[in-house]
C-alpha cells in the first residue's frame, strides 16, 4: 500500500515532491524553494539531518520514511510537520512510536506497519482527524481506549498483529468505519458486542483468527457489511441466529472452519449473497440454500 501512496504522490506532485535517499547521497542539498511532499529513506544514527530540510518541511502535506532506523530525529520532525495530513513509517526500525506524534493533530494517513512496536503512546488520542490507521505486523498487544475516539476513522488495518487479544469494548464507537481486517490475529478469542454498531462497515476480515469461537449475537446488525473473509477460523462453532441479518452481504468465505459443521437455516437470508466459499469445511448443507437467487459462485 505504501508503494501505491508513493507513486501516486509523485504523479500529482510533480516537482512539488522532495526525495532523499541517506545511503546514496547524504550530502545533497536541500533545494531553496519549500516543498509540500517528502520521502526520506535509509536514515541513520550516523547521518546528519538537513537543517535547511527542516526549514522548509514547514508546508508539508504528506512525510514518508523508509527503511529509517533513527527514532529521536525524525521525532523531532514531528512538530515541524505539524500540518501534514500523510504520514508513512513503514518498515521502520523503530522499537516505539515518538511521543512528539500527538503533535500531528492534522494528520488523515498514518501507516507504522511493521513496527516492533508493543503498545501506542498516549499522545496518540489527539490525532482526531485519522482516516486511514494501519497498524498490520506490529507486536501490539493492547488496544487503548482512545481508538474509539478516531470517530472519522474509515481503514484500520491489524493483519498479522500476532500478539494482540482483544478489541477495546468501544470499538462499535468508529461508525465511519468501513474497513476492517483482523487476519491473522490468531489470540483473537472473541469480538467485543459492540463490532455491531459498526453501522458503516462494509468490509471485515477475521481470516485465520484460529482461536475465535463465536461472534457476537447481534452481528447480524452490520446492515451494510458487503465482504465477510473468516477463512482459516478453525475454531468458529456456530453463526448466530442474527447472521440472516446481512441482506448486503455479497461475499462469504468459510474455508477451512473446520469445526463449524453445519450452515443454519437462516444463510438463506442472504439475499445479495453472489460468492460463498465452504471448501475444506465438510458444512451439511441447509435446504435454504436454493432461497439464494443472487448466488452465482460457491467453492466447496
Known amino acids: ?47 546528519k539531518m538537513h537543517e535547511d530540510f527542516i526549514a522548509k518541511a514547514k508546508a508539508a ?51 507504522v506497519s511493521f513496527f516492533r512496536i508493543t503498545e501506542l503512546p498516549n499522545e496518540m488520542c489527539c490525532l482526531r482527524s485519522l482516516e486511514y490507521l494501519d497498524l498490520s505486523k506490529t507486536c501490539i498487544e493492547v488496544l487503548p481506549l482512545f481508538v474509539g475516539a478516531f470517530d472519522k476513522l474509515k481503514y484500520f488495518n491489524l493483519h498479522g498483529c500476532g500478539k494482540l487479544k482483544n478489541l477495546p469494548q468501544n470499538i462499535g464507537d468508529l461508525k ?64 448466530p441466529e442474527s447472521f440472516g441479518g446481512l441482506s448486503k452481504l455479497c461475499s462469504l468465505s468459510l474455508a477451512s472452519c473446520s469445526s463449524l459443521q453445519r450452515l443454519p437455516d437462516y444463510i438463506g437470508e442472504l439475499c445479495s449473497l453472489e460468492y460463498l466459499n465452504i471448501s475444506h469445511a465438510h458444512l451439511e448443507l441447509p435446504d435454504s440454500l436454493t432461497k439464494l437467487q443472487s448466488l452465482h459462485i460457491v467453492n466447496s
Not at 512525510?63 to 532506523?69: G, L, P, S, V
Not at 458487503?226 to 478453525?234: D, I, P, R, T, V
Request: net charge negative; hydrophobic share 40%; charged share 20%.
Open 61 to 111: 502535506k504528506a512525510a514518508i520514511f523508509r527503511n529509517c532506523e533513527a527514532t529521536m530525529p525524525i521525532a523531532d520532525i514531528f512538530p515541524i510537520l505539524r500540518y501534514s495530513r500523510l504520514l508513512d513509517l513503514s518498515g521502520c526500525l523503530f522499537q516505539e512510536l515518538p511521543t512528539s506524534i500527538g503533535e500531528l493533530k492534522h494528520l488523515r494517513y498514518l501507516n
Open 1 to 47: 500500500m505504501h508503494g501505491l501512496v508513493y507513486d501516486f504522490l509523485r504523479y500529482i506532485a510533480a516537482d512539488d515532491i522532495f526525495t532523499l535517499d541517506y545511503a546514496k547521497s547524504p550530502n545533497i542539498s536541500v533545494r531553496n524553494q519549500p516543498f509540500r511532499y517528502a520521502v526520506l529513506t535509509n536514515y541513520s544514527w550516523q547521518a
Open 176 to 239: 465511519r468505519l468501513e474497513h476492517l481486517s483482523l487476519s491473522c490475529c490468531p489470540e483473537i478469542r472473541e469480538l467485543p458486542s459492540s463490532i455491531s454498531g459498526l453501522d458503516e462497515l462494509k468490509l471485515l476480515n477475521l481470516s485465520s483468527c484460529t482461536k475465535l469461537e463465536l461472534l457476537p449475537h447481534q452481528f447480524g446488525n452490520l446492515s451494510c457489511l458487503e465482504s465477510l473473509e473468516m477463512a482459516g477460523c478453525c475454531s468458529l462453532q456456530r453463526l
